[in-house]
């Protein structure tokens, strides 16, 4: 049996498609909240109701259960305090994983996590990373460049403010730091494949897409992907921070995940050939898999609707 938490973000549901797909038996750990609605309907799994912060919960869970693959719902808006919940809620889930003799523990990060970061998303990550290192069991931890893909909060949100802001689109001022998006496909790949390789226990494995993009360089691809022309205006970070959240005051609601900023500040790159290194084969190339921008969507609506929701 293979628990999966955080399944019902579309990298989640990438990772139990591909599990039920190679026979595994999956159960998703889930939280009790609205996003339950959000988990695959299309292949056969179980679904556990429980919280990370509840360790005896967690001890049932993780009974019967040989591989742990924890992953994280790509939030909304990550604030200080749910980012400490991941923190917390990981130390109770390997703490659980530990006492119950689970065979193989595989964390999903993002590339840049570190505990002495200034920025809280890579640092909690950091420091979820640290404690899967020292729990003794069988882990692995991979880190992530930015996930692209059909329902993911970075290509399709960015479409929509551009469907919404005429002419000229503002974007931060990242300089030269570097991206490498990966389809969330591959990813999946990687992470179902992990689960057997006993050469990758112990393993810090950083994965990439086979392509480094500045930030504007991979805003304009976007852009072309969905036929959608706008000038882009670069904005220094202080100032778009004090936009996104005028913005938020204003409409009662998100425009942009929080994340996205700090993303922009510190970049998502590593070395171009390491998914082909360590799992033998060749990652899409981003224009190729940005097919999903080009279908007819109600992109306005479906920004509006988005602000009226939060």
């Not at 292949?43 to 429980?50: E, G, I, P």
């Not at 980012?83 to 003799?101: F, K, M, P």
């Not at 595989?106 to 840049?112: K, M």
């Not at 496909?185 to 990439?208: H, P, T």
């Amino acid at each position: 049996m293979v628990l999966v938490t955080g399944a019902t973000n579309f990298v989640g549901r990438a990772v139990v498609r591909g599990l039920t797909r190679r026979g595994y038996q999956v159960c998703c750990l889930v939280e009790p909240s609205r996003f339950e609605q959000d988990l695959p309907t299309d292949v056969t799994f179980s679904v556990l109701s429980a919280s990370l912060d509840d360790l005896a919960a967690l001890r049932k869970a993780v009974k019967s259960v040989k591989v742990v693959i924890h992953l994280t719902r790509e939030e909304e808006r990550l604030r200080e305090r749910t980012l400490n919940d991941h923190a917390e809620g990981t130390r109770n889930l390997v703490r659980a994983a530990s006492e119950q003799g689970v065979s193989r523990f595989i964390y999903l990060s993002r590339l840049g996590a570190t505990p002495a970061s200034a920025y809280p998303l890579f640092r909690i990550k950091g420091e979820a990373e640290t404690t899967v290192a020292e729990s003794g069991l069988a882990h692995t931890n991979l880190r992530s460049a930015v996930v692209y893909g059909q329902e993911d909060l970075f290509t399709t949100r960015l479409v929509m403010l551009a469907k919404m802001i005429p002419l000229i689109l503002p974007i931060p001022d990242a300089g030269m730091v570097r991206f490498q998006p990966v389809w969330v496909e591959d990813l999946a790949r990687c992470v179902v494949d992990s689960v057997e390789r006993k050469d990758l226990i112990g393993r810090m494995i950083q994965l990439g897409g086979p392509e480094h993009f500045t930030l504007e360089q991979m805003i304009r691809r976007i852009l072309e992907a969905a036929g959608t022309r706008r000038s882009l205006f670069h904005v220094s970070m202080p100032i778009m921070q004090s936009g996104v959240d005028g913005l938020e005051t204003i409409t009662g609601g998100a425009a942009t995940p929080a994340w996205w900023l700090e993303l922009a500040a510190v970049g998502s790159a590593t070395d171009l050939g390491t998914i082909p290194k360590h799992f033998n084969f060749e990652p899409c190339r981003f224009s190729q898999c940005l097919t999903y921008l080009r279908r007819d969507r109600p992109w306005r609506r479906a920004f509006i609707q988005h602000l009226l929701s939060r």
